[in-house]
C-alpha cells in the first residue's frame, strides 16, 4: 500500500524572497532578575492597593490587570477595535455593546514555561500586532505559580497590565525602559502622560 502525503501537516519554510515576520518585542527573566522585578511589582501592587478606597480587593484587581489567557487575548484583541474607532470619529454611543469602557494593556507578563505550550503560544504575536511589550517569566515549570501570587490565585499563565497612569503603570515603565505601549494610540497615550 502506498501511503498518503499529509503536506497539510508539515510546517512551511519561508523563502529568501519573503518578508520576514514581525519581531516580538519581549524580555525573559529568571533567575535573580526575575526575584527583582516580582519584588517591584509587589512593592507598586502594595502601594497602589492603599489608594483604593472601600474597593473589595477582587473588583481592585480587576480593574488593574487583565488576569488569565483568555482575558488577555480578549483585551488584547479589542485594543485594536478601540485604535479604529478612535480613528474614523464614530459618533454612535457604542457603550451598549460592552459592559465596561475598555483600557488598553501596558505590557503582558507570561509564564513562558507552561505545558502545553500551545496555550500561550498566540499572546506573542497577537500583543506584538498591538505594540504592547511582552515580559516572559521562567522559572523551571513554577512561573504560572509566581504570577498567581502577583494577583492573589493560585496559577496565572498571563497577565495583563491596564494603563491607568497609576503606580504600578510607572514601575512597568521603568522596567520596560521608560516607553509606553499606548503611546500609539490617540488620545489614550496623551491621556497618562498629562
Known amino acids: 500500500m502506498a501511503r498518503k502525503r499529509r ?3 508539515r510546517p512551511v519554510k519561508a523563502s529568501k524572497g519573503d518578508a520576514p515576520q514581525q ?3 519581549s524580555n525573559c527573566y529568571e533567575g535573580e532578575r526575575l526575584d527583582n522585578l ?3 511589582l509587589n512593592k507598586s501592587i502594595e502601594s497602589a492597593k492603599l489608594s483604593r478606597g472601600e474597593l473589595p480587593e477582587k473588583i481592585w484587581i480587576k480593574q488593574q490587570f487583565a488576569v488569565g489567557v483568555n482575558d488577555v487575548t480578549r483585551v488584547l ?9 478612535y480613528q474614523s470619529n464614530q459618533e454612535q454611543d457604542n457603550s451598549s455593546r460592552r459592559k465596561a469602557p475598555l483600557v488598553p494593556l501596558q505590557a ?3 509564564a513562558s514555561d507552561c505545558n502545553p505550550r500551545w496555550l500561550t ?9 498591538r505594540q504592547v511589550p511582552v515580559i516572559l517569566v521562567k522559572d523551571n515549570k513554577k512561573g504560572s505559580l509566581r504570577l498567581g501570587q502577583l494577583v492573589k490565585l493560585k496559577t496565572a499563565l498571563a497577565i495583563g497590565i491596564k494603563a491607568k497612569g497609576s503606580g504600578i503603570n510607572e514601575t512597568v515603565d521603568e522596567i520596560l525602559g521608560g516607553t509606553t505601549s499606548t503611546e500609539h494610540i490617540p488620545g489614550i497615550g496623551q491621556q497618562l502622560h498629562a
Open 108 to 110: 503582558v507578563i507570561l
Open 38 to 40: 516580582l519584588l517591584q
Open 121 to 129: 503560544k498566540h499572546i506573542p504575536t497577537l500583543a506584538s500586532s
Open 7 to 9: 503536506s497539510s501537516l
Open 23 to 25: 519581531q516580538v518585542k
Open 77 to 85: 484583541e479589542r485594543m485594536y477595535q478601540l485604535e479604529k474607532e
